[in-house]
């Protein structure tokens, strides 16, 4: 089970990885596979990944109450994505997550989130 200081540990490693850097994480992370392919590959399956999630994100991400909070607070990107990977860890490995939850805050919330009514 997870808890909140392995999250915070795994988005602490992750945050100054460049965007394709924590693309190629993810599909490294989410693939078993992939350990053995190029990076450029790695990278790609990290953003199909990424693409296919979509929904789950926005479902569980958007709608959760402590993120809504600090989305309204303007809290700082590790707070922010530790929240974000703290609920995604529910459902995804705590690598994925918090490589996602990076991704997820850098890309914006605000487009994420704002697709969704009532937010």
Same mark, same amino acid.
């Given at each position: 089970m997870n808890d909140h200081s392995q999250t915070a #540990?795994?988005?602490? +490693?992750? =945050? +100054?990885l460049k965007d394709d850097e924590l693309l190629e994480? =993810? @599909?490294?992370e989410v693939s078993a #596979? #992939? @350990?053995g392919l190029e990076r450029r590959t790695r990278r790609l399956l990290g953003e199909s990944w990424f693409s296919e999630q979509r929904k789950a994100f926005q479902s569980s991400v958007c709608s959760n109450h402590l993120v809504r909070q600090l989305r309204r607070d303007h809290a700082d990107i590790y707070t922010l994505a530790t929240a974000v990977a703290d609920v995604l860890a529910a459902t995804f490995s705590v690598p994925a997550a918090a490589t996602a939850a990076l991704l997820l805050v850098r890309f914006g919330l605000e487009k994420l989130c704002n697709e =969704?009514? @009532?937010d």
């Amino acid at each position: 089970m997870n808890d909140h200081s392995q999250t915070a #540990a795994a988005v602490r +490693e992750r =945050l +100054e990885l460049k965007d394709d850097e924590l693309l190629e994480l =993810l @599909g490294t992370e989410v693939s078993a #596979a #992939a @350990g053995g392919l190029e990076r450029r590959t790695r990278r790609l399956l990290g953003e199909s990944w990424f693409s296919e999630q979509r929904k789950a994100f926005q479902s569980s991400v958007c709608s959760n109450h402590l993120v809504r909070q600090l989305r309204r607070d303007h809290a700082d990107i590790y707070t922010l994505a530790t929240a974000v990977a703290d609920v995604l860890a529910a459902t995804f490995s705590v690598p994925a997550a918090a490589t996602a939850a990076l991704l997820l805050v850098r890309f914006g919330l605000e487009k994420l989130c704002n697709e =969704l009514p @009532g937010d």
